[in-house]
DNA sequence: ATGAAAGCGCTAACAC
DNA sequence: GTGTTAGCGCTTTCAT
């Protein structure tokens, strides 16, 4: 019989039923030795009582979650959230279920999270670092030995699995863009603190420029006191000695640039070429609209995903890198340098 | 003695610390009458041991899980992940753990997880509904009575908590806004599917002109073949009888509008006024800037957490309904309608 | 083919 | 103050 307040538990069911909680337990487990005829029984009485297990209860008997915990720098970007979104359905394709925190860019709470994960004993993490695989949670997961990948602003690991995009191929093939249209005189657009992807970014468009394009002058400015900063320092650098290029590294520098081009009545792309690292849907609707680097979001959910099971699956993991490409959108943003008046000055050769 | 592979548990810390289980756990608890010397010892294995509590393990005896369930149409959306990352602190702050799961806008995935969140017993439940508090999701929280309450897309419920904006209200200020710069024909988009909030808006929008704006034409078109229908008939409407103003009632229609604005060479202001339903930074950005009703997020996501947790501490709790008040910002992208000619036209008084 | 028993890690009476 | 005991809901040998 089923007890007065509660929900109906695995004996309910067994003794409405007329047999034992483990014979319950195996046919819920699709465990095929058992009499047609109590099967039968077992599958009224689970109707009856509107029986459901419960995952958490099984879990700990079976000393290991079947949950993955993914963590991400922040909820309200569409990169975050579209990898979060892609992950929990993989998650769920494998039985597990995803349990997603945010730790709101702040170190601190990394740590609190990856604590946490870690007291949930959840079968793995994906981290998606505040800073990189060196940062706070990163290094508590080695410390504790949780099993687990790191995710986007990541470089390479000893111990773990690290998944990222291709930042220097995806801005050496802008520098290519830019070169290729006549531009001799680029700016790139950065942030202080995202500091390691913007700077392979960085180093990916200058090292190209070097080899295929030297006459190339290519200035960039970070923006160390936030976007603000960044915007005053961009309005500088627009008002005199003004490049015929703009890279911007990351996808609030777009929305900045784009609004500081209009603040001063410069065209884009007539007087000035726009190209931004991440895309979005809104960029196809500005005037112009704005080329931009698109991330493969998906495949970056899936390979970390794949990486991690295989992971989970292994006996002694080795870490591997994984780099994914990404895709160069182009748009109204850009065009040809018109005149040669910045190609002829700087044409040294 | 810490047991072979496991971790340590409560039984590790207690025996090292020549203590019971029981006072360990009274000591996790912060019981003050243990021993002082008690407690240094139990500090000293906890230490030694790396123990961890298992919140989960804790919640199991408990009979209650420190989880609050939050399920969102979909996690790719600014909206939904700032209000997710709000719920995420606010649970936080009283000593839950947030269960962020997205049904993807599908009405069977949403079933499955709120199935999944009686399931795991989780102390409440937020639903963010596909549909409406009539749906698929909603309708199995009353049928198996689990506590939680309604946000976003829903109206008012006999016995759920429902939080959302005041469509109606803020549709009423746009309607406003439109009529005080001498419009007399305006357009509203909306989409097909979405249907209770956006007809919220157009009824609210419709009840303000007839109200203060009688001589106003209200034309609407409803993309009810997803947004490339809606583009489509959009564009029609531009290209014969174009409206002198047009209400987009959801995000992505004021993306459609302002494309098939540039597309056909249509100035915005001049030519055409736009306020749309739903702001977003790139608003800010595009040219023009675009007008919008800001949602109030924090707000709905304070308003939907307390209501939960004064549900969860009441005896007989009421159904209350909530709205939230929206803001409009105004942009570049209206203006007052230029010449006399649909003015003119429509005056019939 | 099935059930008894032990126990996952923890908490809460209730004795002492 | 502290330990004993009895579970929370489930799984898993190991007999039978």
């Given at each position: 019989?089923?007890?007065?307040?509660?929900?109906?538990?695995?004996?309910?069911?067994a003794?409405?039923?007329?047999?034992?909680?483990?014979?319950?337990?195996?046919?819920?487990?699709?465990?095929?030795?058992?009499?047609?005829?109590?099967?039968?029984?077992?599958?009224?009485?689970?109707?009856?009582?509107?029986?459901?297990?419960?995952p958490?209860?099984?879990?700990?008997?079976?000393?290991?979650?079947?949950?993955?915990?993914?963590?991400?720098?922040d909820?309200?970007?569409?990169?975050?959230?579209?990898?979060?979104?892609?992950?929990?359905?993989?998650?769920?394709?494998?039985?597990?279920?995803?349990?997603?925190?945010?730790?709101?860019?702040?170190?601190?709470?990394?740590?609190?999270?990856?604590?946490?994960?870690?007291?949930?004993?959840?079968?793995?993490?994906?981290?998606a670092?505040?800073r990189?695989?060196?940062?706070?949670?990163?290094?508590?997961?080695?410390?504790?030995?949780?099993?687990?990948?790191?995710?986007?602003?990541?470089?390479?690991d000893?111990?773990?699995?690290?998944?990222?995009?291709?930042?220097?191929?995806?801005?050496?093939?802008?520098?290519?863009?830019f070169?290729?249209?006549?531009?001799?005189?680029v700016?790139?657009?950065?942030?202080?603190?995202?500091s390691?992807?913007?700077?392979?970014?960085?180093?990916?468009?200058?090292?190209?420029?070097?080899r295929?394009?030297?006459?190339?002058?290519?200035?960039?400015?970070?923006?160390?006191?936030?976007?603000?900063?960044?915007?005053a320092?961009?309005?500088?650098?627009?008002?005199?000695?003004?490049?015929?290029?703009?890279?911007?590294?990351?996808?609030?520098?777009?929305?900045?640039?784009?609004?500081?081009?209009?603040?001063?009545?410069?065209?884009?792309?007539?007087?000035?070429?726009?190209?931004g690292?991440?895309?979005?849907?809104?960029?196809?609707?500005?005037?112009p609209s704005?080329?931009?680097?698109?991330?493969?979001?998906?495949?970056?959910?899936?390979?970390?995903?794949?990486?991690?099971?295989?992971?989970?699956?292994?006996?002694?993991?080795?870490a591997?890198m994984?780099?994914?490409?990404?895709?160069?959108?182009?748009?109204?943003?850009?065009?040809?340098?018109?005149?040669?008046?910045?190609?002829?000055?700087?044409?040294?050769?």
């Open positions: 019989m089923k007890k007065g307040g509660g929900r109906a538990s695995i004996h309910d069911v003794s409405r039923a007329g047999v034992s909680a483990a014979t319950v337990s195996k046919f819920l487990h699709g465990v095929q030795t058992i009499k047609p005829a109590n099967v039968a029984r077992i599958k009224v009485a689970i109707n009856e009582l509107d029986y459901r297990l419960d958490l209860a099984a879990d700990l008997r079976r000393s290991r979650r079947n949950i993955i915990g993914f963590i991400v720098p909820l309200e970007s569409e990169f975050f959230g579209a990898l979060a979104s892609r992950l929990e359905i993989l998650a769920e394709e494998q039985g597990y279920s995803l349990s997603i925190a945010s730790s709101h860019e702040s170190e601190e709470r990394e740590l609190k999270l990856v604590e946490r994960m870690n007291d949930w004993r959840v079968a793995g993490t994906i981290l670092p505040v990189s695989e060196r940062g706070l949670g990163a290094e508590r997961m080695k410390e504790v030995g949780m099993d687990g990948v790191f995710v986007d602003r990541v470089q390479s000893a111990r773990y699995d690290t998944i990222g995009v291709d930042n220097a191929r995806a801005s050496a093939a802008v520098c290519r863009a070169c290729d249209l006549g531009h001799r005189h700016l790139l657009l950065g942030l202080g603190e995202v390691r992807n913007v700077r392979l970014r960085i180093n990916g468009f200058r090292d190209e420029a070097a295929i394009c030297p006459d190339m002058r290519v200035d960039a400015i970070m923006g160390d006191g936030g976007v603000e900063d960044l915007r320092k961009l309005g500088k650098c627009l008002d005199s000695g003004r490049p015929t290029a703009v890279y911007s590294l990351f996808q609030k520098g777009t929305h900045i640039a784009l609004s500081e081009f209009r603040r001063r009545g410069i065209r884009c792309p007539e007087d000035i070429s726009l190209i690292f991440d895309d979005a849907d809104w960029m196809q609707v500005t005037y704005v080329s931009a680097v698109a991330q493969p979001v998906e495949k970056l959910a899936d390979s970390a995903f794949e990486l991690l099971m295989e992971r989970l699956n292994a006996d002694k993991p080795v591997r994984h780099l994914e490409d990404c895709r160069l959108v182009l748009r109204e943003s850009i065009s040809a340098v018109p005149d040669g008046r910045d190609v002829g000055k700087e044409k040294a050769t």
